[in-house]
């Protein structure tokens, strides 16, 4: 562990004083753990706070809008902002909760494709080249299968959401993963795209007698894989270099932004027993590229749940209580590590979360599992 972590005894955080703190929220972790839910649940939070809030996910299997409640359908919820403040309101009269929406609420679900193409137009010197780019077959094939391409387009929407300065919180779902640190990985990731030297070799070699013969021999290529392919892969090449140093600089603005005190990164997991070391591996590298860590927040606990005094009565509720405790003994034992900052604990609930007035109770919840 290193010293900044040491020297931090790291405080429990508190995520009331996070909204409070930060303009930018950005939520990551593996798949499966309950993140698209505890974002949207965490930006309802500071809605209820007073904050114009927005929850932004970039998520193939739509989990935000079974999360809302939204029927896929039946709503808007997409590529642009979509309040759904007067749906709060509903819902609270719906739980009897004795609170008051002071803020508001938006929801976004971005085309990967669609923030591409604008990521494109605002790159290229001119609008031809961004056409020439975007009707090219290769391109069809690098938006939609390229590694790294939905968790760097979620950096790309995001930026354009803070330049808007239209919110005063914007919580980010980054897509799902494997891996809690494949989204930091995606710019440098499309970086070593556009700094690979065959994209260099096709465009701009050096010598045009190698260049000549190169063309002869992927010619005779294109040949055998298909007529057409070499010269899209030249038009694309050709093209992307052009924008290239303009993506250069794009992404160092986008960094330096992530860098800044208005954004912060929460880790969002479950009590599972490699979540220390997982913890303080994702601690340290934000340490290393200079981001924000604001808090853990662990899913699906069992703490709160006790032993009743009839489980003696029963032998099958004495056999369930046997079960619980020893999940509730290994729970124990993947966060006897007291210097995580937690920002909260939230209970496994009996079901999904599949409407607003769910996603009411895990952002109360949330609220009072602080500790």
Not at 244 to 262: G, H, P, V
Not at 263 to 285: K, N, R, S, Y
Request: with cysteine.
């Amino acid at each position: 562990m290193s010293k900044t972590l040491q020297s931090a005894k790291l405080e429990w955080a508190k995520i009331d004083e996070i909204i409070q703190k930060r303009k930018v929220l950005i939520t990551c972790g593996t798949g499966g753990v309950g993140k698209t839910t505890l974002s949207a649940a965490i930006a309802l939070r500071a809605a209820l706070d007073g904050k114009k809030a927005v929850v932004i996910t970039i998520d193939p299997a739509k989990r935000l809008i079974t999360s809302l409640g939204l029927h896929e359908e039946e709503t808007a919820l997409g590529n642009h902002p979509m309040d759904l403040t007067s749906k709060i309101q509903e819902a609270i009269q719906k739980t009897g909760y004795s609170i008051e929406l002071k803020g508001s609420l938006d929801a976004i679900v971005p085309d990967t494709r669609h923030t591409f193409e604008n990521f494109i137009r605002e790159l290229s010197p001119s609008e031809s080249i961004a056409q020439k780019v975007m009707s090219n077959p290769i391109f069809q094939i690098f938006a939609k299968e390229f590694s790294g391409t939905n968790e760097y387009m979620a950096l790309e929407r995001l930026y354009s959401l803070i330049k808007q300065n239209k919110y005063d919180l914007i919580v980010l779902d980054t897509p799902p993963s494997r891996n809690t640190l494949a989204f930091l990985n995606a710019p440098k990731v499309l970086v070593q795209f556009f700094e690979e030297r065959m994209i260099k070799w096709l465009v701009l070699p050096a010598n045009k007698l190698v260049a000549a013969g190169m063309r002869k021999a992927l010619g005779i290529l294109e040949n055998l894989t298909g007529a057409g392919f070499m010269t899209h892969l030249f038009e694309f090449a050709s093209s992307l270099f052009e924008i290239r140093a303009r993506f250069t600089t794009n992404l160092n603005s986008i960094m330096k932004t992530l860098e800044s005190d208005q954004v912060g990164f929460m880790m969002v997991t479950v009590p599972a027993p490699d979540l220390i070391p997982e913890t303080f591996h994702f601690i340290e590298t934000l340490e290393r590229l200079h981001f924000h860590f604001d808090g853990v927040a662990i899913n699906r606990t069992l703490s709160y749940l006790q032993k009743t005094e009839d489980s003696e009565k029963s032998e099958n509720l004495a056999l369930a209580h046997k079960i619980i405790e020893g999940l509730q003994q290994k729970e124990r034992q993947a966060l006897k590590d007291h210097t995580i900052p937690l920002c909260g604990k939230l209970p496994e609930l009996a079901r999904d979360v599949h409407s607003l007035e769910d996603l009411l109770h895990v952002a109360m919840a949330f609220h009072a599992n602080l500790s």
